[in-house]
């Protein structure tokens, strides 16, 4: 039976591209193209839906439960924050005064939400450590336990996220990962990094299942959750859930919140404790075990591998572009160009092409989070218009080389 419960979310809204592809003017100032290349009006407009129906309730909830003892952790990208200086100040107050609570503990996020991690290495680590000083410098705590994208881990990752300086790391506990062993244990690489594996089952009954009228477990109630939290084998749980679950997956009518106010007491009344990611780590890092990684990264997207994000013929033309666009800026040595192409690496923009030529529940989550404004130009035409955006960047590149 499982003694303590870890449980982290992590705040991302992308910077969509702007479809259809708008003509870069040649000899444009990097301004001036970046204007080109992004939605902005878009992403305001989808920012302020998911903050409503979200970010603001589910933030007073949190806020709620770790005053009455509850021990949560919470990750930011970048881009996310980016957004909210931007259009939400009175948002972002509420999430800084939910993170200086001494309950709460920061997690480093990769900033961009981007697969800088499967290009260079190199700048990956510089990234994580920029990312440490940007939420450091907003929320006044540095992480110390690091999330990356979409929960991708490697062996190479892992090492990179060890020389970043961090003192653990987070992953999904799939079985063609873990093997024999139990995702309810602390491991380690042969590395001082510990690794926190998600319990990818538990976590989805919430994540995805929970407003599934379809589901054998529905309707699933914090007295029956609590549970299984402590039914399961091993020391520690430990759950993780896109923020946006609570209000914006599940919207307020399925129940969701009402579940996340009662399932802190009845987890307590199980007799399981709550952790922070460090203090997990600081628990039971002196028996963790080893879990040798895999050169292929897992995620806790679809099935728990790459092929979510590359798995067809669309998602591997613009992974291609991505790697053009980012070591062509590179060749410019200019930053703002660079920044830009680290941009256009976001995962988001394979993601929500995931559906092309494909069917089943992992289709329809990807079309879920294709932007409505784009589904007339056709599947088609979104996938054209996707690929022309990096075109368009690369030949915007050719006077600065």
């Not at 510990?194 to 919430?206: C, E, G, H, N, P």
């Not at 099935?303 to 669309?314: D, I, K, P, Y």
């Amino acid at each position: 039976m499982a003694s303590d419960l870890v449980v982290y979310c992590v705040v991302h809204q992308p910077r969509r591209i702007k479809l259809p592809a708008q003509p870069i003017p040649k000899g444009a100032v990097p301004e001036d193209i970046e204007r080109c290349l992004f939605d902005e009006r878009m992403n305001e407009r989808y920012f302020r839906k998911v903050a409503r129906w979200c970010y603001y309730p589910a933030t007073q909830r949190y806020i709620e439960l770790v005053e009455q003892g509850f021990k949560f952790s919470i990750g930011f990208s970048v881009s996310f924050l980016k957004q909210a200086e931007a259009w939400d100040q009175e948002l972002l107050a509420l999430f800084q005064r939910l993170v200086r609570h001494e309950n709460v503990e920061l997690v480093g996020v990769e900033p961009y939400h981007s697969f800088i991690l499967l290009v260079d290495l190199p700048r990956f680590i510089e990234r994580m450590k920029w990312a440490g000083d940007y939420v450091e410098r907003l929320f006044g705590k540095r992480p110390l336990v690091a999330d990356t994208t979409e929960m991708c881990m490697s062996d190479s990752i892992y090492h990179a996220l060890d020389k970043a300086g961090y003192r653990g790391a987070v992953m999904d506990g799939r079985e063609w990962v873990m093997g024999w062993r139990d995702a309810t244990q602390l491991y380690h690489s042969g590395k001082p990094l510990k690794l926190l594996t998600r319990a990818f089952q538990l976590s989805d009954d919430v994540g995805y299942r929970f407003s599934n009228r379809t589901w054998s477990g529905w309707p699933l109630s914090a007295d029956t959750y609590a549970h299984w939290l402590r039914d399961a084998r091993g020391d520690l749980v430990f759950l993780a859930w896109d923020y946006e679950t609570f209000g914006e997956h599940h919207s307020r009518d399925t129940g969701i919140f009402d579940f996340l106010r009662w399932l802190p007491g009845e987890v307590a009344r199980r007799g399981m404790g709550f952790l922070t990611p460090s203090e997990a780590v600081e628990k039971y890092g002196d028996r963790s075990h080893n879990l040798p990684l895999s050169a292929f990264p897992s995620t806790w997207a679809g099935s728990g591998g790459m092929e979510f994000f590359l798995g067809n013929a669309a998602q591997q033309a613009v992974f291609q572009l991505m790697l053009h666009v980012y070591n062509t800026a590179l060749l410019t040595r200019n930053e703002q160009l660079v920044d830009l192409a680290l941009w256009l690496l976001q995962s988001d923009n394979l993601h929500l092409i995931q559906w092309f030529g494909r069917g089943g529940s992992e289709a329809e989550v990807s079309a879920y989070f294709t932007p409505n404004e784009w589904w007339a130009l056709g599947p088609g035409g979104i996938i054209w218009e996707q690929q022309q955006v990096y075109r368009n960047f690369l030949q915007a590149l050719d006077p600065y080389l």
